[in-house]
């Protein structure tokens, strides 16, 4: 039985105040990931290398999981601000030119006031004094409003607002550690039903070899060998439903030197390659190698060799 989750309730307070104090969201990743790492190894020091291998997929499962904390947006860009704030910004700006124009009108009242012949003197002063006003209105409302100004360059507009970096964390870590737990339940529970199902044997389900079986330990209460014999086709058509090829060797196939361990010919009377034991094939791989005895004169020239 494993057990992922009871070492982790063992381990949870200590790691909840450990991500409790950590900074930034990266922080409390790393300090998951680690710890996930950690018990990844006890595995492999405490089960076997078929279920440590397994194990090792389903907690690698769970700290890619984790990392996707570090893809989240850390910057919140305030130019997208609320609409009042936008309607601001759109009012300073249309105030903002509707000064402008007054002023451009100003500018060329006077200067039509200072061209004519017959204009009163205290006209044109009338004009400057309203424009030296409205210039002084509108440097007052810049400084109220925030809006940019090429006098004072790091003042902003209200709708270019820069963005700004945010230092995010895991808020309730309980809840955190708890969606770990669960995952490491089900790591459990995966781990647990392939070890039953391991345990529960495979020759079980096949009724076919264990009735083979059957008749040969029938054929042994009855002495009866050729009946034995009889049965080792059926054997080869077993294997063959599971995908296995008996393979008898062939010296013209330079395949099959791969598949058997050859061995010297004892009787001088033998002239060709004997099979004692044929090869266990399926889909290209070796199962069990097999054995075969070389001609007699090829074991010979072994012996007799330089």
Not at 140 to 158: C, M, Q, V, W
Not at 182 to 195: H, Q, T, V
Request: glycine share 4%; hydrophobic share 40%.
């Amino acid at each position: 039985m494993t057990n992922l989750l009871t070492n982790f309730d063992s381990d949870k307070i200590d790691l909840g105040k450990r991500i409790e104090a950590a900074p930034r969201i990266e922080d409390a990743v790393k300090l998951t990931d680690d710890y996930l790492s950690g018990l990844q190894q006890e595995m492999t020091g405490v089960s076997s290398l078929r279920k440590a291998r397994y194990a090792g997929y389903l907690l690698e499962i769970l700290r890619y999981a984790v990392r996707t904390l570090n893809s989240v947006d850390k910057e919140v860009h305030l130019s997208e601000s609320r609409p009042s704030e936008s309607r601001t910004g759109q009012f300073s700006k249309r105030f903002y030119i509707f000064i402008k124009t007054v002023q451009t009108a100003l500018i060329l009242a006077l200067l039509m006031t200072l061209l004519s012949v017959g204009s009163t003197p205290w006209i044109p002063i009338l004009l400057v004094l309203i424009l030296l006003g409205t210039e002084i209105y509108l440097h007052i409302f810049e400084r109220k409003t925030g809006s940019a100004s090429t006098k004072n360059p790091d003042y902003h507009r209200l709708d270019e607002k820069p963005p700004i970096d945010v230092h995010l964390k895991i808020a309730h870590v309980h809840a955190f550690l708890n969606c770990i737990a669960d995952a490491l339940s089900y790591a459990d529970k995966a781990l647990n039903e392939r070890a039953l199902e391991k345990e529960g044997g495979f020759l079980e389900k096949e009724t076919q070899i264990l009735k083979l079986f059957q008749d040969l330990f029938e054929a042994k209460a009855f002495h009866d060998g050729d009946w034995a014999l009889k049965r080792i086709p059926r054997i080869q058509a077993i294997l063959w439903e599971q995908g296995i090829v008996v393979k008898e060797f062939d010296p013209e196939d330079t395949a099959d030197r791969l598949f058997f361990d050859a061995e010297p010919g004892a009787d001088p009377s033998i002239r060709r390659h004997i099979t004692l034991r044929p090869a266990f094939i399926k889909n290209d791989r070796v199962l069990l190698r097999g054995r075969v005895a070389e001609p007699f004169s090829s074991a010979q020239s072994q012996l007799t060799g330089p």
